[in-house]
């Protein structure tokens, strides 16, 4: 089971989307995780046969993506995710394996598998217009998986969820990635940081980084820095320094900065999060 982006690159009149990117994923989850104009859409797109590169190659196991049989193996979940509002949950999933070309028979059973893996269980027989958005999403991931895909695509969808509904999506996809290729594409750092296996971070069409979590914090280890200082010398450092946050104290003004050198005489060091990585490369305030 293997995915192969081979120099992809793919381009909008003068916007590079994905720029010349070269993957190879296996099975597991991975956690695409990018600002808006990244790049990440487009890349999903590419992956799911929907666009096709400009230059460059997709391939799993040695298939193009644009081909029927990969089609087969493919879950896709968009980041508009469409329903019908005055079907059940139960009729909108028998109405998709229909689509599918499923027996009857094997559509009622997998359906209700996927809306007990779904949580959803309890409303099989209730119209999708009345569910919050969060149990909609959980839908969506049951559809994305009636074929029983090998590869699964999932496009932002925790975007707009309550934090409780967030962690229930979340538990549902970590262990989707057991038997299959997952690849989640967000801006919500936590997501990634609780569910992925592997971290793509993605930047201006590129992947600038590709590891484990511990891997890719790797590249701000020992450059994170705390202090609580007054206002002069806050707007001075934040002049300097990428500042991951900054809040308002009695004592002065608490800064947690990026910088190779210990920025002020009482700063001290922290450990880096995936949190910082993000807000270093995406707040537009530093290169590395």
Same mark, same amino acid.
């Given at each position: 089971?293997?995915?192969?982006?081979?120099?992809?690159?793919?381009?909008?009149?003068?916007?590079?989307?994905?720029?010349?990117?070269?993957?190879?994923?296996?099975?597991?989850?991975?956690?695409?995780?990018?600002?808006?104009?990244?790049?990440?859409?487009?890349?999903?797109?590419?992956?799911?046969?929907?666009?096709?590169?400009?230059?460059?190659?997709?391939?799993?196991?040695?298939?193009?993506?644009?081909?029927?049989?990969?089609?087969?193996?493919?879950?896709?979940?968009?980041?508009?995710?469409?329903?019908?509002?005055?079907?059940?949950?139960?009729?909108?999933?028998?109405?998709?394996?229909?689509?599918?070309?499923?027996?009857?028979?094997?559509?009622? @059973? =997998?359906?209700?598998?996927? *809306?007990? #893996?779904?949580?959803?269980?309890?409303? &099989?027989?209730?119209?999708?217009?009345?569910?919050?958005?969060?149990?909609?999403?959980?839908?969506?991931?049951?559809?994305?998986?009636?074929?029983?895909?090998?590869?699964?695509?999932?496009?932002?969808?925790?975007?707009?969820?309550?934090p409780k509904e967030r962690v229930k999506f979340r538990n549902i996809v970590s262990k989707l990635g057991n038997d299959r290729i997952v690849l989640l594409s967000t801006h919500i750092v936590s997501d990634v940081e609780h569910i992925a296996d592997v971290i793509l971070?993605?930047?201006?069409?590129?992947?600038?980084?590709?590891?484990?979590?511990?891997?890719?914090?790797?590249?701000?280890?020992?450059?994170?820095?705390?202090?609580?200082?007054?206002?002069?010398?806050?707007?001075?450092?934040?002049?300097?320094?990428?500042?991951?946050?900054?809040?308002? @104290? =009695?004592?002065?003004?608490? *800064?947690? #900065?990026?910088?190779?050198?210990?920025? &002020?005489?009482?700063?001290?060091?922290?450990?880096?999060?995936?949190?910082?990585?993000?807000?270093?490369?995406?707040?537009?305030?530093?290169?590395?």
């Amino acid at each position: 089971m293997e995915l192969i982006f081979d120099r992809v690159t793919k381009q909008y009149k003068e916007k590079i989307a994905v720029d010349r990117v070269s993957l190879s994923l296996t099975q597991g989850v991975y956690g695409l995780l990018g600002a808006n104009g990244a790049g990440k859409t487009t890349l999903m797109r590419l992956m799911c046969g929907v666009l096709r590169p400009d230059s460059g190659e997709i391939l799993y196991n040695g298939t193009k993506v644009e081909e029927e049989a990969y089609r087969d193996i493919l879950g896709y979940l968009p980041q508009q995710f469409g329903y019908y509002p005055d079907f059940s949950a139960m009729d909108f999933l028998m109405y998709l394996g229909s689509l599918k070309g499923m027996p009857k028979k094997r559509a009622s @059973e =997998k359906s209700r598998e996927l *809306l007990e #893996l779904a949580g959803l269980s309890h409303v &099989a027989k209730k119209k999708i217009k009345t569910f919050s958005g969060g149990m909609k999403q959980r839908l969506g991931i049951a559809q994305s998986l009636l074929n029983n895909p090998e590869v699964l695509v999932l496009d932002e969808p925790t975007a707009g969820l309550d934090p409780k509904e967030r962690v229930k999506f979340r538990n549902i996809v970590s262990k989707l990635g057991n038997d299959r290729i997952v690849l989640l594409s967000t801006h919500i750092v936590s997501d990634v940081e609780h569910i992925a296996d592997v971290i793509l971070l993605m930047k201006d069409g590129a992947i600038i980084h590709k590891g484990s979590l511990e891997e890719i914090i790797q590249a701000i280890e020992g450059k994170v820095w705390e202090c609580t200082v007054d206002s002069h010398a806050a707007e001075r450092l934040m002049g300097q320094y990428p500042a991951l946050n900054v809040r308002e @104290e =009695k004592e002065g003004t608490f *800064l947690r #900065l990026v910088c190779g050198e210990k920025p &002020a005489e009482h700063a001290v060091q922290a450990a880096a999060t995936l949190e910082d990585l993000y807000l270093y490369y995406f707040s537009g305030e530093g290169q590395m």
